[in-house]
C-alpha cells in the first residue's frame, strides 16, 4: 500500500538552475574558437576536400583570395563566369597585381616576407582562371601559396 | 519589521533565454577557421635554364577537360594513382655500384621507372576546363605519396612520424635546441625525397 502510494507522488521538478551556466559556457567556447566573418561571400564558395592538408601556422601576412562563380544576385552585374573576389569586391584578373601589391604595402615589415596567398577556390570552377592567378602572382614574385581545402576524402571532389 | 529589511530575489529564469540569444548570435557571426590546405611554393618566374630529363624519370598526370585521369599513358582511378606514385618514387633504378644508385628505395627496380627519388619528377598536366575540385584531388594523392615514403624513412631514421616531427617544429611550446634539431632531420627526409611536382601551365614545383 504505502508503495502504490509512492508512485503516485509528482515528481520533482529538475532544477534548471545550471542552465545558464551551461549555456554560457557553450557561449564562451564558440567566441573563443571562431573569428568574426570579416567578409560576406559574392561568390559560390564549396572548397574542395583534401586528406594531406595542413594547417596554415600564421594567421599574419595571408591574403585570401576567393574564385567562384557569382551569385545569382549579382549574376546581372559580372555574368556568369567564375569571378575574383578580393576582400569585399570583385576583381579582374588584370587588376589582381595592383591589389595584392597595395595590400603587401599595407602590411606591417616583418610580415611582408612571409605573405601567403590563400586560394579559397570554389571545386566546380576551370583551373584556367586558376592557372591565371598564379602566372600573375608568379610575376610579382609572390610565390607562397596555398590551396584552402576542407578536411575530407579526395575522391568527394570528382 | 523583517520583511522590510529583506532584498527581494533576482528572478533568474530568463537568464537562459539571454545566453542563448548571445549564442545565437556569435554563432551566426562568426566562422569556423578554415585555413587549413595544400601548401606550395611557386617557382621564381625568372627563366630557369632548360634541362635534359631522362622519360624514364617524368611520370606524367594528365587530366582532361571531363576530369579524367590519364597516367603514363593509361586510363587510371584516382584510387590507383597513389600506389603507382609510390612505386615511381620509390623505384631506385639505378643498380648498385653506379653513382646515383638509391640505397634506401624499396621499389621493384623496374627499368621504365625512376632512377632515383632526387631525379624523379611528376609532370602534372590540366586543361583549362579541368576542375578545381579534381585537380586537389590530384595533389592530394601525390602529396600523400610523397608524405608516406617520408614517414617511413624518417620512422626507420628517427623513430618518429614525419608529419609528427612537422607538427612539433611548429608548436610554440617546443624549445629552439628542439627546433634545430627537428629542422635538421626534416631536411634530411626532405632530401631523400624532393618533392618536385612540374606544371607547364603554370610550372609549379613545390616544397
Known sequence: MIRSKKKTKSLPAVSTASLPDIVFILLFFFMTVTVMKDTNLLV???????????????RDGIIELRIGKPLKKYESKVGMEPQIQLEGKFIRVDELQGYVLDMLNQMPEHNRRKATVSL???????????????????????LKINYATLNGEGQSNL | MPIHNQVPEVNAGSMADIAFLLLIFFLVTTTLETDEGLQRLLPPQENVPEIEVHERNVFRVQLNDKDQLLVEGEVLELDDLKQKAKAFLDNGGTS???????????????ADLSDNPDKAIIYLEHTRITSYGAYVAVQNE??????????????????????????????????????????????????????????????????
Open chain 1, 44 to 58: 559560390e564558395n564549396t572548397l574542395p576536400n583534401a586528406k594531406e592538408a595542413a594547417e596554415l601556422k600564421d
Open chain 1, 120 to 142: 579559397k577556390v570554389d571545386k566546380k570552377v576551370g583551373m584556367g582562371i586558376v592557372s591565371d592567378v598564379k602566372t600573375k602572382l608568379r610575376a610579382i614574385n609572390l
Open chain 2, 96 to 110: 648498385k655500384g653506379n653513382p646515383g644508385h638509391c640505397v634506401y628505395c624499396k621499389g621493384n627496380r623496374a
Open chain 2, 142 to 207: 601525390l602529396v600523400a605519396a610523397y608524405n608516406e615514403l617520408r614517414n617511413r624513412e624518417s620512422l626507420l631514421a628517427y623513430g618518429e612520424n614525419y608529419a609528427a616531427m612537422e607538427t612539433r617544429f611548429y608548436d610554440e611550446k617546443t624549445t629552439l635546441v628542439e627546433k634545430e634539431v627537428l629542422k635538421k632531420k626534416i631536411k634530411q627526409i626532405r632530401t631523400l625525397f624532393p618533392q618536385k611536382i612540374l606544371e607547364p601551365n603554370a610550372n609549379t614545383t613545390a616544397l
